[in-house]
């Protein structure tokens, strides 16, 4: 965790909380459990407590120390918008992020209901900054509701993570989103991804205009099947303009 990520749609990870609870079975393998649990029992160790939901306001000032702009992961190892997270906590983190506005950061839920009422609450009648991308979890067609929360959110980029992809999603329309990333599950436990289901949605994007990345086939390790689809990587995400100038952050596809 911290300046820099393996994630390959990212550039940093940054932490404010740690821990999560289960809801749906996207989470069934989840990594940061995995991770965070091999270190519970040890003291001093910032998993002492294991994957239990854990505020740390020590981090919220992080970003400011991060000089060089950046593409910055919300909680890689957590969910902002866990009902247990109180909103006051929540507000500091996007004033963090509101005023390290340098960066590009990019907040992914699966309470995708939550995220969205608390977009409206702090905009009002406007919307989030464009450098704060909001983006929902899908793993098949039954998630695909958190994308209906996600467009009525009041945010300027809005994307999708579809990792683990467990099922075909269906029809999508992909109106008001400007990304889909997608990826197969990894670890000791991985469920298989079929290449159809994935195909089906770098159509749609192609069909719709949308960016599509497309991160890992997945397996015993997040790079065991490589990230080619029918022999080509995708690597396409939303460019940030701002102050009339392009921040260097797309990489192209």
Known sequence: MGDSSSIEWTDATWNPVTGCTKITRGCDHCYAER???RFRGTPGHPFENGFDLTLRPDRLSQPFSWKRPRRIFVNS???LFHKKIPRTFIDKVFDTMEAADRHVFQVLTKRSSLMRNYLRYRYGGGVAPVHVWCGVSV???L???RIRHLKSAPASVRFL?????LGSVGEIDLEGISWVIVGGESGPKARPMKE????DIRDMCKEQGVHFFFKQWGGLRPKSGGRRLEGVEHNAMPTL???DRVHALQVAS
């Open 161 to 165: 993570s579809i990792e683990p992809l």
């Open 139 to 141: 793993e098949d067609h």
């Open 143 to 145: 998630a695909t509701a």
């Open 77 to 79: 190892m957590s969910d």
């Open 35 to 37: 991770f965070s649990e």
């Open 241 to 243: 303009l701002k102050k």
């Open 196 to 199: 159809e289901w994935v195909l």
